[in-house]
């Protein structure tokens, strides 16, 4: 399951990271690696909530929908950027960049503890 949180968190990393680009190849690249990161994340999520604390659950939950929104309004801004649209473009990497520092990564450190002690690990 870590895993999975790892990857989903890394794609979406890369992919805010290099939205900017004007690469279009390396952004299209990106964005098969993201859903592919996230179709995983959520298949193992929802085929593993069992073995789970419902409050785990609930922040696996948590943390796919807060990415969610940000990611999907930058993912529209860049396909739509056009020749008005960069400034959209970058208040959508703004916002994304934020939720992904701030509220994305407390989830997922918050996991990581909930791990740890479902695991009996002492640190």
């Not at 290099?18 to 996230?38: F, G, M, R, S």
């Not at 929104?69 to 959508?92: C, F, H, K, T």
Request: with cysteine; proline share 2%.
């Amino acid at each position: 399951m870590y895993s999975h949180i790892v990857d989903f968190y890394q794609a979406i990393n890369r992919y805010v990271d290099i939205t900017l680009l004007p690469d279009e190849k390396t952004i299209e690249k990106e964005n098969e690696l993201l859903w592919k990161a996230v179709d995983l994340f959520k298949d193992y999520t929802e085929k593993h909530r069992i073995y789970f604390s419902e409050e785990i659950c609930i922040r696996l939950d948590s943390l796919y929908e807060t990415a969610d929104e940000p990611i999907s309004s930058l993912m529209a801004a860049a396909v739509y950027s056009g020749e008005n649209g960069q400034d959209r473009l970058v208040d959508s990497w703004r916002e994304a960049k934020s939720v992904l520092e701030d509220n994305v990564k407390k989830i997922r450190e918050t996991l990581e503890n909930d791990f740890r002690e479902l695991l009996g690990v002492k640190y």
